[in-house]
Protein backbone atom coordinates (compact mmCIF):
# COMPACT_ATOMS: atom_id res chain seq x y z
CA UNK A 1 0.00 0.00 0.00
CA UNK A 2 1.35 3.53 -1.29
CA UNK A 3 1.94 6.15 2.12
CA UNK A 4 -0.48 8.85 0.21
CA UNK A 5 -3.64 9.58 2.02
CA UNK A 6 -5.56 10.45 -0.80
CA UNK A 7 -9.06 8.73 -1.13
CA UNK A 8 -8.38 7.47 -4.85
CA UNK A 9 -9.91 4.81 -6.88
CA UNK A 10 -6.43 3.73 -6.85
CA UNK A 11 -6.27 3.23 -3.05
CA UNK A 12 -9.95 1.79 -2.70
CA UNK A 13 -8.47 -1.05 -5.33
CA UNK A 14 -5.95 -1.36 -3.04
CA UNK A 15 -7.68 -2.35 0.04
CA UNK A 16 -10.12 -4.45 -1.78
CA UNK A 17 -7.30 -6.64 -3.14
CA UNK A 18 -5.78 -6.73 0.28
CA UNK A 19 -9.50 -7.19 1.94
CA UNK A 20 -10.75 -9.87 -0.47
CA UNK A 21 -10.10 -13.29 -1.91
CA UNK A 22 -10.10 -13.29 -5.29
CA UNK A 23 -13.51 -14.90 -5.91
CA UNK A 24 -14.88 -12.17 -3.70
CA UNK A 25 -13.33 -9.14 -4.96
CA UNK A 26 -16.00 -8.44 -7.87
CA UNK A 27 -18.57 -8.04 -5.28
CA UNK A 28 -16.66 -5.98 -3.25
CA UNK A 29 -16.02 -3.98 -5.86
CA UNK A 30 -19.88 -3.12 -6.92
CA UNK A 31 -19.70 -0.23 -4.05
CA UNK A 32 -18.18 1.80 -7.01
CA UNK A 33 -20.63 4.24 -7.43
CA UNK A 34 -22.89 3.81 -5.05
CA UNK A 35 -22.40 7.55 -3.72
CA UNK A 36 -24.61 9.57 -6.27
CA UNK A 37 -24.83 12.38 -4.07
CA UNK A 38 -21.45 13.10 -4.40
CA UNK A 39 -19.91 13.39 -8.01
CA UNK A 40 -16.26 14.13 -6.80
CA UNK A 41 -14.24 11.20 -7.30
CA UNK A 42 -12.62 12.01 -4.14
CA UNK A 43 -15.43 12.27 -2.29
CA UNK A 44 -16.65 8.87 -3.44
CA UNK A 45 -13.28 7.44 -2.62
CA UNK A 46 -13.31 8.66 0.82
CA UNK A 47 -16.58 7.09 1.33
CA UNK A 48 -15.88 4.00 -0.59
CA UNK A 49 -12.90 3.22 1.94
CA UNK A 50 -14.88 4.28 4.75
CA UNK A 51 -17.52 1.43 4.04
CA UNK A 52 -14.58 -0.89 3.25
CA UNK A 53 -12.93 0.13 7.05
CA UNK A 54 -16.54 -0.87 8.83
CA UNK A 55 -17.51 -4.02 7.13
CA UNK A 56 -16.57 -6.50 9.27
CA UNK A 57 -15.47 -8.78 7.39
CA UNK A 58 -18.21 -9.77 4.83
CA UNK A 59 -20.03 -8.72 2.06
CA UNK A 60 -23.47 -8.51 3.82
CA UNK A 61 -22.03 -6.03 6.24
CA UNK A 62 -20.51 -4.35 3.17
CA UNK A 63 -23.57 -4.26 0.92
CA UNK A 64 -25.11 -2.55 4.24
CA UNK A 65 -22.74 0.18 5.10
CA UNK A 66 -22.86 0.51 1.10
CA UNK A 67 -26.88 1.42 1.27
CA UNK A 68 -26.35 3.25 4.30
CA UNK A 69 -23.86 5.95 2.40
CA UNK A 70 -26.55 5.85 -0.17
CA UNK A 71 -28.83 7.43 2.26
CA UNK A 72 -26.82 10.12 4.56
CA UNK A 73 -22.46 9.18 3.36
CA UNK A 74 -21.61 11.47 6.39
CA UNK A 75 -22.98 8.66 8.45
CA UNK A 76 -20.17 6.09 7.19
CA UNK A 77 -17.90 8.71 7.47
CA UNK A 78 -18.07 9.44 10.64
CA UNK A 79 -18.22 5.98 12.13
CA UNK A 80 -15.05 4.71 9.98
CA UNK A 81 -13.10 7.92 10.65
CA UNK A 82 -14.57 9.44 14.12
CA UNK A 83 -14.81 6.33 16.09
CA UNK A 84 -13.93 7.67 19.35
CA UNK A 85 -15.12 11.03 18.64
CA UNK A 86 -18.87 9.78 17.91
CA UNK A 87 -19.00 7.91 21.45
CA UNK A 88 -18.65 11.94 22.95
CA UNK A 89 -21.30 13.22 22.28
CA UNK A 90 -20.38 16.44 23.71
CA UNK A 91 -17.11 16.57 22.34
CA UNK A 92 -17.17 20.45 21.94
CA UNK A 93 -17.23 20.43 25.75
CA UNK A 94 -14.14 18.54 26.77
CA UNK A 95 -11.07 20.22 27.58
CA UNK A 96 -8.82 21.32 24.89
CA UNK A 97 -6.34 18.72 25.48
CA UNK A 98 -8.69 15.84 26.17
CA UNK A 99 -10.33 16.99 22.51
CA UNK A 100 -6.87 16.45 21.16
CA UNK A 101 -6.30 13.46 22.42
CA UNK A 102 -9.62 11.87 21.08
CA UNK A 103 -8.97 13.05 17.86
CA UNK A 104 -5.48 12.24 17.41
CA UNK A 105 -6.15 8.64 18.84
CA UNK A 106 -9.17 8.40 15.90
CA UNK A 107 -6.62 9.85 13.25
CA UNK A 108 -4.45 7.19 14.23
CA UNK A 109 -6.66 4.34 14.03
CA UNK A 110 -7.74 4.95 10.63
CA UNK A 111 -4.24 5.53 9.73
CA UNK A 112 -3.24 2.28 11.24
CA UNK A 113 -6.15 0.45 9.38
CA UNK A 114 -5.62 1.64 6.32
CA UNK A 115 -1.66 1.22 5.70
CA UNK A 116 -2.49 -2.60 7.05
CA UNK A 117 -2.44 -5.81 4.94
CA UNK A 118 -5.09 -7.71 6.62
CA UNK A 119 -5.10 -11.86 5.98
CA UNK A 120 -7.35 -11.89 3.16
CA UNK A 121 -11.21 -13.07 3.41
CA UNK A 122 -11.68 -16.63 1.96
Known sequence: M??????????????V????SRHKRAPAFSIRGFNQRDPDTLGQARVQLAVLKLREGDL?????????????YRE?????????AMKHPNLIELDEESRRRVQSED?????DWLFSTP???E
Do not use: C, G
Not at 60 to 72: G, N, Q, T, V
Not at 107 to 111: F, K
Open 2 to 15: NQDLTPTKELVEEK
Open 107 to 111: RQQYL
Open 76 to 84: VLAWAEYPN
Open 119 to 121: ETN
Open 17 to 20: HEMF
Open 60 to 72: DSLSEYARIARID
